[in-house]
């Protein structure tokens, strides 16, 4: 009997996994999931589990290609693999972001061109010094200790992952959840447990890269997370999908700079 419950509740656990592995990535599933939005809500405690494999996946390219190309080559390559695996999901929405609080005034035009599929100038150029600032802040990392790059890359993809779920326990969704890239995440029934799960991934890399000084970075991503948060709900009264998507970027690039910052000085 007891064990009957244990496997019903690790096969749930496995389809919520998977869930948010579907959601976040294009690795296939060799299986039919099952939908519901209950599922689709408990699978928050593992997006940053998500990260983790992409950030695995990050670093085990730039690992491979530094031995052929050298360390700005080997940067460039594990962002392409970054961007194919995610399909640029947390890039579109920092895009989109950039697009509709640049070119947008008042709350309705801003959504209105969050919802836009074209891509403006402020998205472009937004986009494009954020891919620019990545590039030259992990080869300045790897330049320093080919090991903490590859920590780095892990770390920030688990803990902006992170930083990003925390939204939805901090602030308000705005926007119809019938029409949005935030339907999995707009309903804040997850339990405190379930919260503190997903930040259990965050500390993974630690124990692979023991310099626990590193953890500085942390509140500093949660720092940027507020500060975009709050400007979100400055000017639209809370957060949407793509709002979720910049919350990421923004807290994936400052880990680096974090880790810069931390490596150079203490």
Known sequence: MKNDIMIGYLKKEL????????????IPIPFQLPYSSEIM????KYYSWTGLIVGGIYALTFFLFQFVF???IAVIFAIIAGVLL???????GFTDVCDAFGGGYGKEK???IM?????GAYGTVGISLLLLLK???LVQIADHNIYLVLFAMIL???????????TVYTHQYVRDTADSKAKPVADKALSVFALIMGGTAVLIPFLFFPAWKFLLVLPLAYAAKMGLAAYFKKHIGGYTGDCLGAIQQVSELTIYLGILIVWSFI
Do not use: W
């Not at 389809?15 to 294009?26: E, N, S």
């Not at 809500?41 to 928050?44: A, D, E, F, K, M």
């Open 156 to 166: 920030a993809n688990t803990a902006s992952r992170f930083m990003a779920v925390t």
């Open 115 to 119: 919802k836009d599929s074209r891509i």
């Open 135 to 137: 590039f030259v802040v």
């Open 70 to 72: 050298g360390n700005p």
């Open 41 to 44: 809500n408990r699978s928050q």
């Open 86 to 92: 995610t399909g640029a999901f947390h890039e579109d």
């Open 15 to 26: 389809i919520y996994f998977c869930t948010a592995l579907m959601f976040f990535t294009r």
């Open 110 to 112: 801003i959504l209105s």
